[in-house]
């Protein structure tokens, strides 16, 4: 017990000092059992959850880290409203056309989209008290990670439980989380994809460029931020209004 305190006190201090977490205003849940540590809690933005596991999981005393922490909501919706919202970005991306797309609703299974052919996938979904949780199997890690960067643009979205399994299986890596993150800016209507690099290195990923508002600068970052398995976001984009003919 006295271990697991010691645990808890650098966990704290860990979140504050390098997560920049207020633990008065925003206090993280911690708990320890069963050889885990689970946070607990909302913070503002899916960077502040990101950053505050990556911190805990650097004071674990042996311990796996499970994130549990949700992400203030941009917008209050009902969970049937979050359920179909992803799904309608899932249909509308042609990326998700070899895909079964279905929805779980109060314990029924319905099928939007049904996939037919030798190459087919399938992603479920399923959302709880605004957490969206995407189960199935899909082609690459890209697919996956498309998805679950879909559901984290749903402004009711709480947290993205991504259990897709991908099939074959693929080794993941710094030039996967690049390809990811270059889809999603060309998916995204609300970026200029052609305007900014994007580099990886040990699941860091870095943006370069130059784009025309600062709402854009920030929705690149956000984007870069919803894909799995990025650790951390360097956003060096430029805003330059004038020269982007605004």
Not at 84 to 93: E, I, P, Q
Not at 199 to 221: M, P
């Amino acid at each position: 017990m006295e271990d697991q305190e010691v645990i808890v006190k650098q966990m704290h201090a860990a979140l504050e000092h390098e997560a920049h977490i207020d633990m008065q205003q925003k206090p993280i849940d911690i708990h320890i059992g069963n050889g885990t540590i689970a946070l607990g809690g909302e913070l503002p933005t899916i960077a502040d959850k990101k950053r505050a596991a990556r911190a805990a999981a650097r004071v674990t005393g042996g311990y796996g880290v499970v994130d549990r922490i949700c992400v203030t909501p941009a917008e209050h919706m009902g969970d049937g409203a979050i359920r179909d919202a992803v799904a309608r970005l899932l249909l509308r991306d042609a990326d998700f056309n070899n895909c079964t797309i279905r929805v779980h609703n109060k314990g029924a299974v319905e099928t939007l989209h049904e996939c037919v052919g030798d190459w087919c996938s399938r992603i479920d979904i399923a959302v709880e008290d605004g957490i969206v949780t995407l189960t199935g199997e899909v082609i690459s890690l890209t697919h996956k990670r498309l998805a679950g960067a879909l559901a984290w643009w749903v402004p009711g979205t709480r947290d993205v439980v991504n259990e897709l399994a991908v099939r074959p299986r693929e080794d993941d890596n710094d030039d996967e989380v690049t390809d990811a993150v270059r889809w999603l800016f060309e998916t995204d209507p609300h970026v200029h994809a052609e305007n900014i690099s994007v580099k990886t290195r040990n699941f860091v990923v870095t943006l370069d460029g130059v784009v025309g508002s600062e709402a854009e600068r920030r929705r690149a970052e956000n984007d870069a931020w919803c894909v799995f398995g990025v650790d951390d976001v360097v956003n060096r984009i430029e805003v330059r209004p004038a020269q982007m003919g605004l």
